[in-house]
């Protein structure tokens, strides 16, 4: 359960921008992710019109899949380009608009859905600058691509973020989805989070 010289790893959020940019978005996946299937019960746990949220959300097609089961989306995600493809690719319409509590955030919000359908909110901003009082509470997380993309010394910060600020209630719950592999042999992200890092970030 050793990360090597993963621990110290950064990649600055100017980074992330320019991989959107370049289209070097090798994690995104145009069919969605077969574990939220697979697993779909366990985060709903039957009930419907739940409030989820997407942390890091890229264009994930699963917010959409979510929406249209009734079922509320919350995301953030720093690039602007990423949201703007997911309404784009899903032919939602949106408006836009700022985020008075955060300097520089928007926030991009679909239109006209069915009205059978959840809202879609999309926050361009950084994860660290939200809070339950601008973003609300959660019943649900899907985390792809969060805790294993975050900087190694942010995971307290993100877990902490996700599990204390923002969950509901006890019955909240949240859906990770990690790699495995060698982290000497590959630099990250995705990040290598051994399950021992786990279980303590989670309690
Ligand atoms: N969850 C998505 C994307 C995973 S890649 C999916 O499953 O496809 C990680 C994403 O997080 C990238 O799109 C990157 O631009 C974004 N990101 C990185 N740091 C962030 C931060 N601090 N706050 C919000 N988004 C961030």
Redesign the pocket.
């Known amino acids: 359960s050793d990360i090597g010289a993963q621990k110290d790893k950064v990649v600055t959020?100017e980074e992330?921008?320019q991989?959107?940019e370049m289209g070097n978005i090798g994690?995104?996946?145009e069919q969605g992710?077969p574990l939220l299937q697979k697993y779909l019960d366990v985060l709903l746990n039957g009930r419907s019109g739940l409030r989820i949220f997407?942390p890091?959300?890229?264009?994930?097609v699963e917010m959409k899949w979510l929406a249209d089961m009734g079922h509320s989306i919350v995301g953030?995600?720093?690039?602007e380009q990423?949201l703007k493809e997911f309404f784009a690719e899903h032919s939602l319409p949106y408006h836009k608009e700022p985020v008075p509590e955060i300097l520089g955030a928007k926030k991009l919000q679909a239109c006209f859905l069915a009205f059978t359908s959840g809202n879609i909110s999309l926050y361009c901003c950084?994860?660290?600058d939200l809070s339950s009082s601008i973003v609300g509470k959660f019943d649900g997380v899907w985390d792809?691509?969060?805790l294993v993309?975050?900087n190694p010394r942010d995971r307290q910060r993100l877990v902490t973020l996700l599990c204390y600020c923002l969950f509901s209630n006890k019955n909240s719950s949240y859906l990770l989805v990690t790699v495995s592999y060698d982290p000497n042999k590959h630099k990250g992200p995705p990040f290598y989070v051994p399950e021992s890092e786990i279980k303590s970030l989670f309690g």
């Open positions: 959020e992330w921008l991989k959107w994690f995104h996946k992710h997407f890091l959300c890229g264009k994930a953030v995600e720093v690039s990423a950084s994860i660290y792809r691509g969060a993309a975050v």
